[in-house]
């Protein structure tokens, strides 16, 4: 009994474990992510609004050449507008809009927007041992929408009822493009990933709405909107780790 006891620590302690994990190699890895930005305004984006933030969500797919495929949504937001124009349209001369009472109503607005694409991209491995870390480069094509979101606080002012709000808010969207530059950083625990870096939007966009109340028309003008951001990520991988194997000796 005792020599069978022996035999099997003898046989624990020389046991070699091996096992592919994602420090050693390159490998395929399935990954989610959440992410937060901000953006710079540029073209005609900076006419209406200020800087924003964005908050997403993506779903990518790297390979074990390190170029990976994804998709992506992210929601565009922020407190006021540079040049509330309606405001003009429609306050009186004490600099108000006013309800069904009479009295000066409570309005604010934000932008209210979204984006939508599909991207491809390459992990270049430097500056980590680690040949699934590295710079980060990718470029994709989806869509963009934004709008004026006024916000009328007790739903009592009847210039701004929800159809009539179509004819203030500017609804636009279009075709967007974008390129992103960053740093991919994976470890060994699936749910301590990130990446970081700097991202340019291009907007192809133009107002939707058939009629503008203040312009006293369709407006049909295609254009630019530019968002330079920046943006941190936190990535879930799903990749499967491979089971470890004991030998005997």
């Not at 797919?61 to 937001?77: A, E, H, M, R, T």
């Not at 969207?173 to 749910?191: I, V």
Request: with cysteine; charged share 20%.
């Amino acid at each position: 009994m005792k020599k069978w006891i022996l035999i099997a620590i003898l046989l624990v302690m020389i046991a070699r474990l091996s096992s592919q994990t994602i420090k050693d190699d390159r490998i395929l890895i399935p990954m989610i992510s959440a992410e937060l930005g901000y953006n710079h305004p540029g073209g005609d984006f900076a006419e209406r609004f200020n800087g924003s933030g964005q908050v997403g969500a993506a779903f990518n797919l790297k390979f074990k050449s390190n170029i990976f495929l994804g998709v992506q949504g992210n929601y565009l937001f922020s407190q006021g507008i540079k040049d509330p124009e309606y405001r003009d349209y429609l306050e009186n001369e004490d600099g108000w809009i006013t309800n069904f009472y009479g009295e000066p109503g409570i309005v604010a607005e934000k932008l209210d927007g979204f984006t939508v694409s599909a991207h491809v991209g390459y992990i270049i491995p430097v500056l980590n041992p680690n040949p699934n870390s590295g710079i980060m480069v990718s470029g994709g094509m989806g869509f963009m929408q934004h709008k004026i979101w006024i916000e009328e606080r007790g739903n009592n002012i009847p210039q701004l009822t929800d159809e009539y709000i179509k004819g203030y808010d500017r609804l636009c969207n279009g075709l967007m493009t974008k390129q992103f530059l960053g740093y991919m950083f994976f470890q060994e625990k699936a749910a301590w990933n990130f990446y970081a870096g700097f991202e340019f939007t291009q907007g192809y966009t133009q107002n939707r709405r058939s009629w503008d109340f203040i312009e006293k028309r369709k407006i049909d003008e295609k254009r630019l909107d530019l968002l330079y951001s920046i943006k941190i990520g936190w990535v879930i991988s799903l990749h499967k780790r491979m089971a470890t194997e004991i030998y005997y000796y």
